[in-house]
């Protein structure tokens, strides 16, 4: 397809800096959702009744219900190691191009 | 509430923490004659954080958040996801972009990326309905304190909460004040974890990380008492759940107040750092506001006094407080809780009603209807607007429509079924334009509101839209309606596109 000079599109990033963002940036929404909905998705396939008894519940973990503990503690510190992570590779990626930027200068 | 009479003590600190605040304001101010406020002096990356943070931290946060896992348990841990979710969206998707595009608020940002005045009018009659609906939530927080504070009904309560509330932010309009946000900060996590260590150590809990010591409790509730508070869909569904959370992550990806806070730090590197910091702060507020519930639902059990259902709803949004109170802490110590409470409703409130006026005056008023208005009318017309949107917010917190996190929750479902849409693809789509950004939000309102005007009739939409979680089925299609348009519609104006693919996205920043 003919693409505009101008075209600006999550799913079809532009060359250089941009494509190796957009694929961090889908990584982690990845991990983003994936975690997140495919967790309670998970609890609520393995329960043994409606109120979502199940396999996940019946271990516990720091004392508290593994179920409870993976989402009221873990979850929110995933995110904070996420959002690390995202900076992490972000801060690499503008590194390595703006290296590179300064090279085709010369 | 049932305590009669004056609490003292209590009072005494909130009045004197507010006051503090007043004071410390006015020193920095002659301190220094820059305003604080946006980009005001550098704070640093862990400044800039609790920022982010004490700009975040609502009553909703403080109280409602703690009332619903009272009420809900696990269910509610949907809000303590939603809320810290959110935040990786606004980090990966918004927050290089939007300051790369050097428009802020909703308003300016919809109105200058879709080159449209509609489109600009429309985002800010949003923002400002989004404000009105979040302070309605404080007030019931600050109605509730109040009235246990003097031990009054809950709508002398909130008419005297609201007056205070008002004078604070007519006040700190006026001198400038209460910008000091990491004192702010630090003010809001001490008074919430401080009374909490102090209840775990009663109880006899792991009291230095009590956040993480609470597991045993919930363990005695079922043992002892029976009670489960941690069945994963007892109190909602699947569907509920997963609808809830994914309102309130792109609620907060689009919440006007929280999308103009990357401007505290001044290149982009330290922005995505800071909100970092601000996310683990937040956290810390989070991982506790469970156990507050736990220890309240324990106290109760082992007072024999488990309220009916009916009760328990009338005086959740409290539950913190009562928690302290039936816990026996000293009152010096409750009165440091009531004391971050009250702070956090009114910061919150502020900040709302400032915005609110200032979206008003600015991209109503002065863009629209009388565009060569003076500074001094747009300034009057900023005060009034402060005064009318208060008394609205006070005419709705009177007869409040739910808690305060469910009513907050409306707030979010609001921004994510508009301006998430409208930012999202502004930033991410080159050819998304002004049909289709009006359509999207247009659609997305009526979504929004879609269970109270056609619920009755229609029982499938109260199914599909829940008030406080349609944007989980309504965010997509909203998307999906911005697309359809813009595509059967001209593009925006090349300036706009160019402008987005070589300065937002193709341009370089010397990170």
Redesign the interface.
């Known amino acids: 397809m003919q693409r505009e000079p101008y075209d600006v599109n999550l799913f079809r990033p532009r060359r250089g800096y941009m494509t190796g963002e957009v694929r961090i940036i889908l990584a982690v929404l990845l991990g983003w959702g994936a975690v997140t909905f495919g967790f309670q998705i998970l609890l609520r396939l393995l329960a043994r009744n409606p109120a979502g008894e199940g396999f996940f519940t019946d271990f516990t973990f720091l004392s508290f219900p593994w179920h409870f503990w993976f989402t009221a503690q873990f979850l929110p510190l995933w995110f904070i190691i996420l959002c690390i992570m995202f900076n992490v590779y972000i801060d690499r990626h503008a590194e390595h191009h703006s290296r590179k930027r300064e090279r085709s200068h010369d | 509430m049932t305590d009669a009479g004056v609490n003292f003590i209590p009072l005494l600190i909130v009045a004197a923490t507010l006051a503090s605040f007043i004071v410390s304001g006015v020193r920095a101010r002659s301190r220094e004659a820059s305003d604080y406020g946006f980009g005001g002096r550098y704070i640093g990356r862990l400044g800039g954080g609790a920022a982010i943070a004490s700009n975040w931290m609502s009553a909703a946060s403080f109280l409602g958040m703690g009332g619903l896992l009272y009420l809900q348990g ?1 269910y509610a ?1 949907a809000y ?2 939603g809320w ?2 959110g ?3 606004l ?3 918004m927050a ?1 972009q939007i300051r790369r595009f050097g428009k802020y608020t909703a308003p300016d940002f919809v109105g200058d990326r879709y080159a449209s005045p509609g489109a600009r009018l429309v985002s800010a009659a949003i923002s400002i309905t989004i404000s009105v609906i979040y302070c309605t939530a404080q007030f019931k927080g600050i109605g509730m304190l109040f009235a246990w504070l003097f031990g009054t009904s809950y709508p002398n309560g909130v008419i005297l909460g609201a007056v205070v509330a008002v004078s604070y932010v007519i006040i700190s309009g006026i001198l400038g004040v209460a910008r000091n946000q990491q004192l702010q900060y630090a003010v809001l996590i001490v008074s919430f974890i401080l009374p909490l260590m102090l209840l775990a150590h009663r109880l006899g809990y792991f009291w230095a990380l009590p956040q ?1 010591g609470y ?2 409790a ?2 005695d509730l079922a043992r002892e008492f029976g009670i ?1 508070f ?5 109190s909602g569904s ?1 569907f509920e ?2 609808a809830l ?2 309102t309130l992550m792109v609620g907060t990806a689009g919440l006007p107040h929280v999308l103009s806070r990357f401007y505290v730090v001044p290149n982009n ?1 330290d922005a ?2 800071s ?2 910091w601000g ?2 702060f937040i ?1 810390l507020i ?2 506790s506001a ?1 156990a507050y519930a736990v220890f309240a639902r324990l106290l109760e059990a082992r007072g024999g006094m488990v309220p009916p259902p009916y009760a328990a709803e009338k005086m959740a949004d409290i539950i913190v407080i009562k928690t302290a109170v039936m816990g026996g802490l000293p009152s010096w110590m409750i009165g440091i809780l009531a004391a971050g409470a009250t702070s956090a409703a009114f910061f919150t409130v502020a900040g709302l009603l400032l915005t609110g006026a200032a979206s008003l005056s600015h991209d109503i008023y002065y863009r629209l209807i009388n565009p060569r208005a003076s500074e001094t009318s747009k300034m009057a017309i900023a005060k009034g607007a402060v005064v009318a949107l208060a008394a609205v917010v006070l005419i709705i917190a009177l007869h409040p429509p739910g808690l305060i996190a469910e009513i907050t929750a409306v707030a979010f479902a609001l921004a994510g079924n508009t301006i998430f849409p409208a930012f999202l693809l502004g930033i ?4 998304a334009n002004r049909h289709g950004v009006i359509t999207g939000m247009l659609t997305g309102v009526l979504i929004t509101f879609a269970t109270p005007l056609f619920g009755k009739f229609v029982p499938v939409v109260a199914e599909l839209f829940p008030l406080t979680s349609s944007a989980f089925i309504g965010a997509p299609i909203v998307i999906g309606i911005m697309i359809a348009v813009s595509l059967l519609t001209p593009p925006p104006p ?1 300036e706009v ?2 402008f ?3 300065q ?3 341009h ?4």
């Open positions: 696990y841990l303590v996801i810290t979710g935040y990786v969206l980090l990966v998707l290089s993480f597991g045993v919930i363990d489960d941690t069945a994963p869909f007892a699947l759940w997963l959370c994914f590197r995505r750092w909100l970092v996310l683990f956290a989070y991982w469970p991410w789509w080159g050819r090349e596109r160019r987005l693919a070589e937002v996205h193709g370089m920043e010397a990170e």
